[in-house]
């Protein structure tokens, strides 16, 4: 069974850093495509970013390009979400999520990511 346990939530003021880390339990990590999505108050879970097995190839929602960072380390199967200038719009909890479906050369749509964390808060202050 595939666990995922993310951490580095927590209260920040606007245009602060947190980063985020989720440790998958499964030795074949490398094979999984990982992302990160988020669900604010009253709001749709969305993506946020994903970072296929190349470690090389990332994608970001718009709302997040240029503030957010996508890695992995594959040797420690972690993946990270480094976040810089916040804003209280990014209020929300961030899920860590894992898929194995081969999906050629394009990221796995949201729907096809089937192993999840617990999620971790982020609260941004004005």
């Known amino acids: 069974q595939v666990r995922l346990v993310e951490s580095g939530g927590g209260l920040v003021q606007a245009g602060g850093s947190l980063r985020l880390s989720c440790v998958v339990s499964?030795?074949?990590?490398?094979?999984?495509?990982m992302a990160w999505f988020r669900q604010g108050p009253g709001k749709e879970r969305e993506i946020v970013a994903s970072i296929r097995r190349s470690e090389r190839s990332t994608w970001y929602a718009d709302s997040v390009k240029g503030r957010f960072t996508i890695s992995r380390d594959n040797a420690k199967s972690t993946v990270y979400l480094q976040m810089i200038m916040l804003k209280p719009d990014d209020t929300a909890v961030y899920y860590c999520?894992?898929?194995?479906?081969?999906?050629?050369?394009?990221?796995?749509?949201?729907?096809?990511?089937?192993?999840w964390g617990q999620g971790t808060q982020v609260t941004v202050s004005s």
């Open positions: 999520a894992a898929s194995d479906v081969v999906s050629g050369s394009r990221h796995p749509g949201p729907d096809e990511y089937g192993y």
């Open positions: 499964e030795r074949t990590f490398s094979r999984y495509s």
